[in-house]
């Protein structure tokens, strides 16, 4: 069986990171393996709320408060690091703001559990008004509709959306990737 674990990057999401870890699948959660909730150094209470959720919890939740601001890049880092250090097969990029459907958890790890991709990306563009729904700003959503349109010319390519912060890695392909020469920010 595949050790799952989920990295939720968080910063300044104190009002919305229990929502999110509540819209965990109940079924989904004896999956699971472990769960990362990284704040990047929030000005709010982000760290203090997932201290909270983490005393009154069944999933597996470690939570930490970096130092200094990572950035969204340095963030995914320390995630990456941790997930291979656990031990673990597969990792799942969350976001604490609420943006990515915990309810799709099973869907978006299907491909890698049974051995049939190394990486998933899912995508908020899929279904019409689904992203501004989900709280995309207006400006983020036109900007990455005019870059995906850009990007999928430039490459001969259809992909829904090129800037989907919702992915889920085999922790072996992240291994043989040199991620940590990506920018922090």
């Keep these: 069986m595949a050790r799952i674990g989920i990295l939720v990057v968080a910063y300044n999401a ?6 999110v870890l509540d819209r965990i699948p109940s079924a989904f959660r004896p999956e699971i393996s472990g769960i990362l909730v990284s704040d990047d150094h929030s000005t709010d209470d982000t760290y203090l709320v997932g201290l909270g959720y983490q005393q009154l919890s069944d999933l ?5 408060r970096t130092e200094r601001n990572l950035g969204y890049g340095g963030n995914q880092k320390l995630g990456y690091r941790w997930a291979m250090e ?6 799942v990029l969350l976001h604490g ?8 958890l099973p869907e978006i790890v299907a491909p890698l559990v049974e051995g049939r991709a190394d990486a998933v990306f899912g995508s908020r563009m899929l279904e019409r008004g689904r ?12 900007g990455n ?8 010319a430039l490459m ?17 392909a992240l291994a043989a990737i040199p991620f940590e020469r990506n920018s922090d920010g």
């Design 97 to 104: 703001d609420g943006q990515y459907a915990p309810e799709l």
């Design 145 to 152: 509709k005019i870059l995906t349109r850009y990007e999928n």
């Design 131 to 142: 992203a501004r729904k989900g709280g995309m700003p207006l400006y983020k959503y036109f």
């Design 86 to 91: 656990y031990g673990l097969d597969i990792v």
């Design 156 to 172: 001969g390519t259809d992909i829904s959306e090129w800037h989907s912060g919702y992915r889920a890695y085999s922790t072996k």
């Design 14 to 19: 104190a009002g919305t990171l229990s929502q």
């Design 60 to 64: 597996p939740l470690t939570v930490v």
